[in-house]
């Protein structure tokens, strides 16, 4: 069954860097697009960042020349790398696979951004 696990969040202090990542398993990884969203406290789930299989890529305005996604194919793993990270930036991040019209996500990793 698919499975994704993500990892990497922390405290940060604002203008800072993280870098979350992501496991997948349980189907053919470099087939499907891969995405992050965020929910920060009191907020519906948010998109974030986008990558297709073929390593194109979409952000959503807030975060555009702040977040690169990426991925390893290799090793069925996406990466969100976050510089000048904002108070506004705190939030639960999940990643997301879409199959079939089902969304999957994983438990989420949280990042704090403060001093």
Request: glycine residues 10%.
């Amino acid at each position: 069954q698919v499975q994704l696990v993500e990892s990497g969040g922390a405290l940060v202090e604002p203008g800072g860097a993280q870098r979350l990542s992501c496991a997948a398993s349980g189907f053919a990884f470099d087939n499907y697009g891969m995405s992050w969203y965020r929910q920060a406290p009191g907020k519906q789930r948010a998109f974030v960042a986008w990558i297709r299989p073929d390593g194109s890529t979409r952000y959503t305005d807030s975060v555009k020349g702040r977040f690169t996604i990426s991925r390893d194919n290799a090793k069925n793993t996406v990466h969100l790398q976050m510089n000048s990270l904002r108070p506004e930036d705190t939030a639960v991040y999940y990643c997301n696979v879409v199959q079939t019209g089902r969304f999957y996500w994983g438990q989420g990793t949280q990042v704090t951004v403060s001093s």
